[in-house]
């Protein structure tokens, strides 16, 4: 267990639908990091939050944004769904020189 | 812009054979480098990592070492087992941000 919870663990939508994937960091962890993997495919940098602020994008669509709260929780939105957004996403959580601990991701099917 | 590669993307072994798997990064600023496996239907994990003041580390069957002037850095699994079959990613990471660039991959499979 890395200490990094995700909810929920399997999302099934329709095209054009909006939904929103939740993480929570390690405790004491102030960057979070947003990863979408596709079938039989690596880890694509989405977002990276640190302390509520953005810090780095990655390869994100304009239909997809994240934040990250006060208690450091963080939330990737996903709106106007598409069949190509079907999905495992990933929540990391990192204290910082790069050792980032991983959620158990969520699955997403869009239908 | 930053690049990590990673080869091979799939690799088949006999259980008890060893497996190597070798990762060539682009920034030469980079310092640290950790391996995650992932499951089938699970997150990456942490499996080990190395820093750049460090050529090798080793934890019971595996290994990492690294070569700063080659920029290349290598994954050793010894006396493989059914269950190291998982995909394998490797990382580099740069000091002065907290970006870490993944490699693509590789698929391991050990055949009993």
């Known amino acids: 267990d890395s200490g990094v919870t995700q909810t929920p663990k399997h999302l099934i939508t329709a095209t054009g639908q909006r939904v929103t994937l939740r993480c929570s960091p390690r405790s004491g962890d102030l960057s979070v990091y947003w990863y979408q993997q596709s079938l039989d495919q690596g880890l694509q940098f989405l977002i990276q939050?640190?302390?509520?602020?953005?810090?780095a994008k990655g390869n994100i669509l304009e239909r997809f944004s994240a934040q990250q709260f006060p208690d450091l929780h963080s939330e990737l939105n996903l709106s106007s769904l598409e069949l190509g957004d079907s999905a495992l996403y990933f929540c990391?959580?990192?204290?910082?020189?790069?050792?980032?601990?991983f959620g158990p991701g969520t699955r997403l099917t869009v239908t | 812009g930053e690049n990590v590669e990673q080869h091979p993307s799939t690799l088949s072994v006999q259980e008890g054979d060893s497996a190597v798997i070798k990762c060539t990064y682009s920034?030469?600023?980079?310092?640290?480098f950790p391996w995650y496996k992932q499951e089938l239907g699970k997150g990456p994990q942490l499996i080990i990592d190395?820093?750049?003041?460090?050529g090798e580390k080793k934890d019971q069957r595996i290994a990492v070492t690294l070569n700063k002037t080659a920029k290349h850095f290598s994954l050793h699994i010894t006396e493989t087992q059914p269950e190291d079959s998982a995909v394998y990613f490797c990382?580099?990471?740069?000091?002065?941000?907290?970006?870490?660039?993944f490699g693509p991959g590789t698929s391991l499979s050990v055949i009993p």
């Open positions: 990382a580099a990471s740069h000091p002065s941000y907290d970006k870490v660039i």
């Open positions: 920034d030469s600023a980079s310092n640290y």
């Open positions: 990391a959580s990192s204290v910082g020189e790069g050792l980032q601990y």
């Open positions: 190395i820093r750049s003041n460090v």
């Open positions: 939050y640190y302390n509520g602020e953005e810090r």
